[in-house]
């Protein structure tokens, strides 16, 4: 059965997901990448974006992520219309990666960055890797060379981090340095495998 012994583990948007789960990795956890399972359908499905949106959002056969970011993040209707292209695509994947996870028995987690948004994932236990709003929008800027309103747009696109930190078993705290998150991370590792 899938998802019987996995750990969700979700944020929001430059709150440090990625740095965690590589973290986790390095402490033994199995990790399921919903991200790098969304990248390849969406290359799968370069030719439904560019009937959907337009062909300058796919060149040579790959979808242009940062042009057609832009449109999804400002455009409500657009993002509904490609998560209904993807998201059960997407859905049957991490099934199939669970159902495969569950035979090797343990904890594993699932990095689902929109596991709140989407409620399609029947999990009990979340991790939020957590960053206060403030901090997202400088990281987010920094990192994606994003401007204010760009940044804010990719923000409220999503469900309010201190929302997600309500709802979660674990909390990731990554509002600090490396240093600190790494002790974070090492803290909810124990927590996870001590407590199964």
């Known amino acids: 059965m899938a998802f019987k012994h996995a750990v969700a583990l979700t944020g929001g948007i430059a709150s440090g997901k990625s740095t965690a789960c590589n973290l986790l990795k390095l402490y033994g956890l199995r990790v399921i990448d919903a991200d790098a399972i ?46 209904a292209l993807l998201h059960p695509k997407i859905r049957e994947e991490i099934v199939r990666q669970s159902e495969v996870q569950e035979k090797l028995g343990g904890p594993y987690i699932v990095d689902i960055p929109l596991f709140f948004e989407t409620g399609s994932y029947p999990i009990e236990k979340v991790i939020v890797v957590y960053a206060p709003r403030e901090i997202q929008k400088k990281r987010l ?20 981090i201190e929302e997600k930190r309500k709802e979660a078993t674990w909390v990731i705290d990554n509002s600090q340095n490396l240093k600190h998150l790494q002790r974070e991370t090492e803290r909810i590792f124990n927590q996870i495998t001590n407590t199964r």
């Open 38 to 83: 969304a990248h390849r359908i969406l290359d799968n499905e370069a030719d439904a974006v560019a009937r959907f949106f337009g062909d300058e959002y796919v060149a040579d056969g790959k979808v242009d992520r940062r042009r057609l970011g832009q449109l999804i993040f400002s455009d409500k209707e657009a993002r509904k219309q490609l998560e």
């Open 141 to 160: 800027i920094e990192r994606e060379g994003l401007g204010e309103e760009e940044a804010e747009a990719r923000l409220n696109a999503q469900i309010d």
